[in-house]
């Protein structure tokens, strides 16, 4: 069964520091998303992303965030300066079409020090 | 001191017993649903979906029902096994307008199923 790939799985960084976060989605899926889950707490939406172009973002997704696919393989999150607040499970997500439901990756944790 | 985080309803069932799993969800203009399965370090696994079209969709041991009236789904999962302990999200939909699909997610029910 065809899966959304995450790396990597943990990945600790000092605050303040950059990280990307790297997800391939299924091959032929045009639609992407980022999700975090903090400890404990709901799933939250970043932002979704289409035609190579953000569709859509939410609150958390501020000017420290961003999204890119480098190639027409991979699905990036990059965090510019990260904060303890940062730390959570992050999620990619992809989908079909607006008619198929999700998939999501297994998800990076990320552990700001 | 105090705990931070949401505290989950949770479910215990026996093996063998049907289980039901319910959410309220927010906005009536909510057109898809989704539950989703989410084990322990794992990412949320797809369960079964309904289009807001439709009040009862049944999968392999699964059925969810939408009562659009009092915005309110359910997940019912037939002779739950032991592989069936986890935390279970609901998520809604509203296409705002956009390209494809935001989900909010509901904060969970934790299923333990008792051998």
């Known amino acids: 069964e065809p899966e959304v790939t995450q790396t990597p799985s943990h990945q600790v960084t000092q605050m303040g520091q950059e990280v990307i976060l790297r997800c391939v989605p299924i091959?032929?899926?045009?639609?992407f998303y980022w999700y975090r889950q903090i400890l404990g707490q709901k799933v939250e939406f970043l932002v979704s992303?289409?035609?190579?172009?953000?569709?859509?973002k939410s609150e958390i997704f501020d000017d420290q965030f961003s999204v890119e696919r480098p190639d027409g393989s991979n699905f990036t999150l990059k965090i510019r300066s990260t904060k303890l607040e940062d730390s959570a499970m992050y999620f990619c997500?992809?989908?079909?079409?607006?008619?198929?439901?999700?998939?999501f990756g297994s998800g990076t944790r990320l552990t700001v020090v | 001191g105090e705990s931070v985080g949401l505290h989950l309803p949770t479910l215990s069932v026996q093996e063998g017993d049907n289980s039901i799993i319910n959410c309220a969800y927010s906005?009536?203009?909510?057109?898809?649903f989704i539950w989703y399965k989410q084990e322990s370090g794992k990412g949320p696994q797809f369960i079964i979906d309904?289009?807001?079209?439709?009040d009862k969709r049944q999968g392999q041991r699964v059925t969810v029902l939408l009562n659009k009236t009092v915005k309110h789904l359910s997940l019912q999962i037939a002779a739950t096994q032991p592989g069936d302990s986890a935390v279970y999200f609901c998520?809604?939909?509203?296409?705002?307008?956009?390209?494809?699909?935001?989900?909010?997610f509901g904060k969970g029910t934790l299923l333990t199923v008792n051998p």
């Open positions: 091959s032929n899926h045009l639609y």
């Open positions: 309904i289009r807001s079209n439709m």
């Open positions: 906005n009536s203009a909510s057109d898809y």
């Open positions: 997500a992809s989908s079909e079409s607006r008619e198929n439901g999700y998939t």
């Open positions: 998520a809604e939909n509203l296409d705002s307008g956009g390209s494809n699909y935001k989900l909010t």
């Open positions: 992303f289409y035609n190579n172009e953000i569709s859509e």
